[in-house]
């Protein structure tokens, strides 16, 4: 076997594995997601926190997207600080679940999984069912890289210059986990990294004291991953992957000192545990029990970067990660601003939406929403060249932060002047006049929320039930119109006193409901839902 081949033999399998684990969580984020969120969302217990994280971590393959999505949460004021870190703490003994659960002897599941798998996401017509055949195929990808990455690394034995390196990696422990640290960093995953890692020890030579500190390795990696993703966001949001770094990196870098000092003792006692692969296993495992151990200090670890928060004044100022080739983490960056956006313009309404709404506030959000579009464009600027299929979903993510950022200057013109106008002068609404008007807002505030859930589910049954929905609401502004009309040829005195200010709010509730919509007819044109009608063109430009 020549070093050349090793290493494409070797590489090929870890890109498999990378590309299936990728793939499985795109199907369980699209199937799920909107489960996910709300339970991200919902404050518990501290002991239901970790039982939730737990469950992510081990559903999303990692606990890096979790502690980003958490991360965003804290950002946009809609999770606790110290709930997100326990959270964070739980995803990652999930991740730890999940190693456990595909490094299990389940090998001959793999072409099953592929053959079923493969079949429901080439030829399943329901959008939920094609989802869960890319959730099975990527199990079965996942296995078989597994197995690819196993077949590469057997005939180490007989390689030469194999004793040499296992033997500095099982001397210096140290050594061991910088080369995990590095893996994890370059894989983007330290759970590709540990499944790597764990399939190079059931064929190498690699010691007890050697695999422990790769596993270590494997979780700084994973810890300070987040950390420089997320390290131009505002301070808020970086508090979370900062918490978590120190709780996980602080104890590993204790037990990796004492592998080093005392690592002939220690290696001779845990070689009698059982095989290296195993004992990395188990103590990936162990060390992330301990983890979860260290919940209750979670309030703690977040004081230091609390103390820079206060000391800190500055916007919600957003870029795109340096992993810009990444088209995952990439698009989940913008999604996320976008995700941001939503909330702004969510928290404006409801402010505008008020009796006696406060200004400041909403022009205070809005220079939010203003800001946030810029640091979309300069981002969009910095982008490197992207695919055809990359490049037509930033383009809809961009065309639809346009839309946000003109729905937050209709609401902080027009309508918060309008609302303003009925609680401050005589201005008076008939009755129907408000009760058509208070149903509106409702359905505005269930655009907002469906459009969150098009955004990150990115089904065709979500985009098309928001589509509908912008349908429905106009048809309640042409209703409402006609009532109006009614009532003034019916001598309606409210009605003719307040029917320049009724007819402009139900004009702007359905312009700010209608730009919400662009998200889903950019999803139902990606799965050829609207090429046959002439329905996207008479649509989208309705909603201009």
């Given at each position: 076997?020549?070093?050349?081949g090793?290493?494409?033999?070797?590489?090929?399998?870890?890109?498999?594995?990378?590309?299936?684990?990728?793939?499985m969580?795109?199907?369980?984020?699209?199937?799920w997601s909107?489960a996910?969120?709300?339970?991200?969302?919902?404050?518990?217990?501290?002991?239901?926190?970790?039982a939730?994280?737990?469950l992510?971590g081990t559903v999303?393959?990692?606990?890096?997207?979790?502690?980003?999505?958490a991360?965003?949460?804290?950002?946009?004021?809609?999770?606790?600080t110290?709930?997100a870190?326990?959270?964070?703490?739980?995803?990652d003994?999930?991740?730890?679940l999940a190693?456990?659960?595909?490094?299990?002897?389940?090998?001959?599941?793999?072409?099953?999984?592929?053959?079923?798998?493969?079949w429901?996401?080439l030829?399943?017509?329901?959008t939920?069912?094609?989802?869960?055949?890319?959730?099975?195929?990527?199990?079965?990808l996942?296995?078989?890289?597994?197995?690819?990455?196993?077949?590469?690394?057997?005939?180490?034995?007989?390689?030469?210059?194999?004793?040499a390196?296992?033997?500095?990696?099982?001397s210096?422990?140290?050594s061991?986990a910088?080369?995990?640290?590095?893996?994890?960093?370059l894989m983007?995953?330290?759970?590709?990294?540990v499944?790597?890692?764990?399939?190079?020890?059931?064929?190498?030579?690699?010691n007890a004291?050697?695999?422990?500190a790769f596993?270590?390795?494997?979780n700084?990696?994973?810890?300070l991953?987040p950390?420089?993703l997320?390290r131009?966001?505002?301070?808020?949001?970086?508090?979370?992957?900062?918490?978590?770094?120190?709780?996980?990196?602080?104890p590993?870098?204790?037990?990796?000192?004492?592998?080093?000092l005392?690592?002939p003792?220690?290696?001779?006692?845990?070689?009698?545990?059982?095989?290296?692969?195993?004992?990395?296993?188990?103590?990936?495992?162990?060390?992330?029990?301990?983890?979860?151990?260290?919940?209750?200090?979670?309030?703690?670890?977040?004081?230091?970067?609390?103390?820079?928060t206060?000391?800190?004044?500055?916007?919600?100022?957003?870029?795109l990660?340096?992993?810009q080739?990444?088209g995952?983490?990439?698009?989940?960056a913008?999604?996320?601003q976008?995700?941001?956006m939503?909330?702004?313009?969510g928290a404006?309404?409801?402010?505008?939406?008020?009796?006696l709404?406060?200004?400041?506030?909403?022009?205070?959000?809005?220079?939010?929403?203003?800001?946030?579009l810029?640091?979309?464009?300069?981002?969009?600027?910095?982008?490197p060249?992207q695919?055809?299929?990359?490049?037509?979903?930033?383009?809809?993510?961009?065309?639809?932060a346009?839309?946000?950022e003109?729905?937050?200057?209709?609401?902080?013109?027009?309508?918060?002047?309008l609302?303003?106008?009925?609680?401050?002068?005589?201005?008076?609404?008939s009755?129907?006049?408000?009760?058509e008007i208070?149903?509106?807002?409702?359905?505005?505030?269930r655009?907002?929320?469906?459009?969150?859930s098009?955004l990150?589910?990115?089904d065709?049954?979500?985009?098309?039930?928001?589509?509908?929905?912008?349908?429905?609401?106009?048809?309640?502004?042409?209703?409402?119109r006609?009532?109006?009309?009614?009532?003034?040829?019916?001598?309606?005195?409210?009605?003719?006193?307040?029917?320049?200010?009724h007819?402009?709010?139900?004009?702007?509730?359905?312009?700010?409901n209608?730009?919400?919509a662009t998200?889903g007819?950019?999803?139902?044109?990606?799965y050829?839902?609207?090429?046959?009608?002439?329905?996207?063109?008479?649509?989208t430009a309705a909603?201009e």
């Open positions: 076997m020549t070093i050349l090793f290493i494409v033999h070797l590489l090929g399998g870890a890109m498999l594995l990378l590309f299936a684990v990728r793939f969580r795109v199907g369980i984020e699209r199937l909107e996910i969120r709300s339970a991200m969302r919902q404050s518990s217990s501290r002991l239901s926190v970790l939730k994280g737990t992510l999303m393959q990692g606990s890096t997207v979790v502690i980003l999505m991360a965003g949460l804290v950002g946009a004021g809609i999770t606790p110290v709930s870190v326990i959270l964070s703490l739980g995803a003994f999930g991740s730890a190693a456990l659960v595909l490094t299990l002897p389940i090998s001959e599941v793999s072409p099953l999984a592929l053959l079923v798998g493969g429901l996401y030829n399943a017509a329901a939920r069912r094609r989802n869960l055949g890319r959730v099975i195929l990527g199990l079965g996942i296995l078989l890289a597994l197995a690819l990455i196993r077949e590469a690394v057997e005939p180490l034995k007989s390689y030469p210059g194999t004793f390196i296992v033997s500095h990696l099982n210096d422990p140290v061991a910088m080369v995990a640290l590095g893996l994890s960093l983007h995953s330290g759970l590709a990294a499944l790597t890692g764990v399939a190079f020890a059931s064929h190498g030579d690699l004291a050697g695999g422990l596993v270590l390795g494997c700084i990696g994973s810890a991953l950390v420089w997320l131009r966001e505002k301070p808020e949001t970086q508090m979370v992957p900062k918490a978590v770094a120190l709780l996980r990196i602080a590993a870098l204790a037990i990796l000192a004492s592998l080093s005392a690592q003792w220690i290696d001779a006692v845990l070689a009698q545990f059982g095989r290296p692969d195993h004992l990395m296993l188990a103590g990936h495992a162990s060390y992330n029990v301990f983890l979860l151990l260290l919940a209750p200090l979670a309030g703690l670890a977040c004081r230091p970067f609390a103390t820079q206060t000391r800190l004044i500055a916007p919600n100022r957003f870029a990660p340096d992993f080739a990444d995952d983490i990439m698009l989940s913008l999604r996320g976008a995700t941001r939503l909330d702004t313009l404006m309404f409801d402010e505008a939406s008020h009796d709404p406060d200004r400041d506030r909403v022009h205070e959000l809005e220079k939010q929403m203003n800001a946030s810029s640091d979309f464009r300069a981002a969009l600027v910095a982008l060249q695919t055809e299929s990359t490049g037509d979903d930033v383009e809809d993510i961009m065309d639809f346009i839309r946000l003109s729905c937050g200057d209709i609401i902080s013109d027009k309508y918060i002047d609302r303003a106008r009925l609680g401050a002068d005589s201005t008076r609404l009755k129907d006049g408000q009760a208070d149903r509106l807002v409702v359905e505005v505030r655009g907002i929320l469906l459009a969150q098009v990150w589910q990115g065709e049954q979500s985009a098309r039930r928001l589509v509908e929905h912008k349908q429905y609401v106009a048809g309640l502004e042409e209703e409402s006609r009532n109006h009309l009614a009532r003034l040829r019916s001598g309606n005195q409210a009605s003719l006193g307040s029917s320049n200010v007819l402009e709010l139900i004009t702007a509730l359905k312009a700010v209608g730009k919400l998200v007819y950019a999803v139902l044109d990606g050829g839902a609207l090429k046959k009608t002439r329905l996207k063109k008479r649509e909603s």
